[in-house]
């Protein structure tokens, strides 16, 4: 069975920055794209920014110059670097490979709250 570990979460004042890590069993990493969604409650899912096998990526528009996605092969671990945290990013933090759907395997994800 898969496993996906969400970390790095927390509470963080506006403006602030945190580092989510995301850690897979197995070799998931060298054979999908991977991405960080976020659901934020009574919101639907999200997909936040992906990064594909080859390294490219792609952030949706509401992170765009904010959030770096990044891979680290030694670690087989995949990383969000969010900087100028805003209030509306407050939600529970995913990774998964992608495209996933609401019927893949999701982990227990990590919270971010921004907030003074």
């Known amino acids: 069975q898969v496993q996906l570990v969400e970390s790095g979460g927390g509470l963080v004042q506006p403006g602030g920055s945190l580092r989510l890590s995301c850690a897979a069993s197995g070799s998931i990493f060298s054979i999908y794209a991977m991405g960080w969604y976020r659901q934020a409650p009574g919101n639907q899912r999200e997909l936040v920014a992906f990064?594909?096998?080859?390294?490219?990526?792609y952030y949706a528009d509401s992170v765009k110059g904010r959030f770096t996605i990044s891979r680290d092969g030694a670690n087989n671990t995949v990383h969000l670097r969010m900087n100028n945290l805003k209030p509306e990013d407050t939600a529970v933090y995913y990774c998964?490979?992608?495209?996933?759907?609401?019927?893949?395997?999701w982990g227990q994800g990590t919270q971010v709250t921004v907030s003074s």
């Open positions: 998964n490979k992608y495209p996933a759907y609401e019927r893949s395997y």
């Open positions: 990064i594909t096998t080859g390294a490219t990526t």
